[in-house]
């Protein structure tokens, strides 16, 4: 098959491009990295990153989730288009994309690294802040539509609904958080269900049970005394 991606399933990064080859329903072959090791394969298609995923076409390596969705978008024109045809909406569907990777993720994934109380209600603050952020951005970006790419799943929605399964994952290891509350961010939160029982997204997203597991395990790293 001359369409292949490197990845693990804990990851949402990987979801990325199995959510676009969904999308614009494009077979490719799963190669599966086992958690906590590189293959030859993946070390000799990225070199520089020595990170998941990677998609191999005709043999030819493409890394970095973000920038893999766009190649699908660019190379398979058939289905719908995963980035918005207006230019200045391209501009501010990438700037987001970026602020989700840059500063939302990392404060997300702070909650379940944070060593005190302190630390961790500061993580949650900004995890909530961000949020609130995108719901404005939900409102501007879908104009009234269910995603942030309008009447189909994009670019956005591809950005932020890989980390719903992880969202859900520390609400639970949070003692019982509810960030994505249904007061606060309504049209967030009536996104996110959408978003997830779409059947190109419920293919790939993994198991909360599964996933859970597994985030425990890297919580247990995370957390541990320096030696």
């Known amino acids: 098959m001359a369409v292949k ?22 077979e490719y072959e799963f190669l599966e990295e086992t958690p906590g090791t590189k293959s030859d394969l993946l070390l000799k298609s990225n070199p520089v990153y020595k990170k998941i995923p990677v998609l191999l076409h005709d043999d030819k390596p493409i890394c970095e989730s973000m920038i893999i969705v766009q190649y699908i978008d660019e190379v398979w024109t058939e289905g719908p288009s995963l980035l918005p045809t207006d230019p200045y909406d391209r501009a501010i569907a990438r700037f987001w994309a970026v602020y989700i990777d840059d500063k939302w993720f990392p404060s997300l994934v702070g909650i379940l690294k944070a060593q005190t109380d302190e630390a961790k209600e500061e993580a949650i603050g900004q995890v909530l802040a961000g949020l609130k952020l995108l719901e404005e951005t939900f409102e501007k970006c879908s104009k009234g539509k269910e995603f942030f790419n309008g009447e ?13 399964g992880w969202l859900r994952v520390v609400e ?3 003692g019982g958080l509810n960030l994505l509350d249904e007061e606060k961010t ?6 996110a269900n959408k978003l997830c029982s779409n059947e190109v997204v419920k293919d790939v997203m993994p198991e909360t049970e599964k996933l859970l597991e597994f985030a425990k395990m890297l919580q247990a790293k995370w957390t541990q005394p320096a030696q």
Do not use: E, Q
């Open 5 to 26: 991606l490197l990845g693990g399933w804990p990851s949402p990064f990987v979801m990325r491009p199995r959510i676009a080859f969904n999308i614009k329903s494009v």
């Open 152 to 164: 189909t799943i994009g670019y956005l929605d591809i950005a932020l609904g890989c980390y719903l």
């Open 172 to 174: 639970i290891m949070g």
């Open 186 to 191: 309504p049209k967030l939160a009536a996104w």
